[in-house]
C-alpha cells in the first residue's frame, strides 16, 4: 500500500506560478512511477506529467509541455510539479498517482494509487 497526500493547491492570478507537492508513504513508495493528473469541473481527468522511479524519466501532456516541471525527492519520499505561466485552462483539481511498473504512463487506469487531490483555481 502506498498513501500519497497532495498539498500546495491555491488561487493565482493568470501568468502566475504554484508549486504542488506529493507527500507518499508505505510500501517503498520510491519505486514507484508517479504522475499528476488533472480533473477540471465537467471534464475527464487528464494526464499532466510522469516521472520514472529514478527521477531520470519524465513525460509531459502537450498542454503543459515547456511549462511544468515534473520532480521527486526520494530521501524525502516527496513528488513535485512546479507550475509556470498559469492560465484558466490550468483551473483543476490536481491529484498525485503512483504505480510501481507501467507500459503506458498517460493512461489513468494504469496507476493503482491516489491521492485526494488540490485544488488549483487561476483566475484571468
Known amino acids: 500500500q502506498v498513501q500519497l497526500v497532495e498539498s500546495g493547491g491555491g488561487s493565482v492570478q493568470a501568468g502566475g506560478s504554484l508549486r504542488l507537492s506529493c507527500a507518499a508513504s508505505?510500501?517503498?513508495?520510491?519505486?514507484?512511477?508517479m504522475a499528476w493528473f488533472r480533473q477540471a469541473p465537467a471534464n475527464e481527468r487528464e494526464w499532466v506529467a510522469t516521472?520514472?522511479?529514478?527521477?531520470?524519466?519524465?513525460y509531459y501532456g502537450d498542454s503543459v509541455k515547456g511549462r511544468f516541471t515534473i520532480s521527486r525527492d526520494n530521501a524525502m519520499n516527496t513528488l513535485y510539479l512546479e507550475m509556470n505561466s498559469l492560465g484558466p485552462e490550468d483551473t483543476a483539481m490536481y491529484y498525485c498517482?503512483?504505480?510501481?511498473?507501467?507500459?503506458?504512463?498517460?493512461?489513468?487506469?494504469?496507476?493503482?494509487?491516489w491521492g485526494q487531490g488540490t485544488q488549483v483555481t487561476v483566475s484571468s
Open positions: 508505505g510500501a517503498n513508495a520510491k519505486s514507484h512511477f
Open positions: 498517482a503512483a504505480t510501481i511498473v507501467t507500459m503506458f504512463p498517460r493512461r489513468e487506469t494504469s496507476y493503482k494509487y
Open positions: 516521472i520514472s522511479p529514478s527521477g531520470a524519466g519524465t
